[in-house]
């Protein structure tokens, strides 16, 4: 429920939600829920409520999930909020495998540029075999995601440029019809 509040994207929900976020459950069900409906709302004022519980202490479930979170608000933002970025890149240092893992997910969602050399220092320094792997996945998915915005965007220019020369070429040609002789009597 509280994931499908956040998708209506309304201001009136984000009280609820904040309220919602500090009510325990079962294996964090409900906060879960709190943090996908953060951050489906893609309101930057949710960032410290999402922050604070990605902290050491919190509840490691809570903490994944918020964590995800926040890659998920960020990667509907280009370019991603620097805060995120930041809170992100720090949580890379952590000893416990599944926060790199969430921090991983996460960083993927964002494909923020920025990330790349916090994602080359956990690749050269970590031992584990599936951090690595993952980092290297997260790594090729940046930068492909990066080559198609390039490509996506010299298109967008070569489309320009062609209609532009239409234009131009319409132009011409409109200017050279008024020249021609309107009819011929003989």
């Known amino acids: ?16 939600l904040q309220q ?21 709302l893609q309101d930057d004022s949710t960032i410290p409520v999402l922050r604070d519980f990605t902290t050491y ?9 918020a964590i995800r979170a926040l890659g998920k608000l960020g990667g509907e933002k280009d370019p991603a909020p620097a805060a995120l970025t930041e809170t992100l890149t720090v949580l890379l240092d ?7 893992m969430a921090v991983l997910d996460a960083l993927e969602s964002l494909h923020s540029p920025g990330t790349l050399p916090a994602l080359e220092r956990l690749r050269a320094r970590d031992l584990d075999g599936r951090v690595q792997r993952r980092v290297a996945e997260v790594i090729e998915a940046i930068r492909s ?3 198609q915005t390039d490509e996506v965007q010299q298109l967008r220019d070569d489309f320009q440029t062609l209609r532009e020369e239409n234009k ?7 200017r050279l019809e008024a020249r021609q002789p309107t009819g011929s009597s003989t």
């Open 145 to 147: 995601a990066r080559k």
């Open 57 to 65: 202490g919190q509840p490691p479930l809570a903490r994944y999930a």
């Open 1 to 16: 429920a509280a994931a499908a509040l956040g998708k209506t994207r309304r201001d009136s929900a984000l009280a609820p």
């Open 168 to 174: 131009k070429l319409l132009d011409r040609l409109d």
């Open 94 to 100: 952590e000893e416990q495998f599944r926060t790199r």
């Open 20 to 40: 919602a976020a500090h009510k325990p459950s079962w294996n964090e069900t409900i906060r879960h829920g709190v943090f996908r409906g953060l951050a489906e």
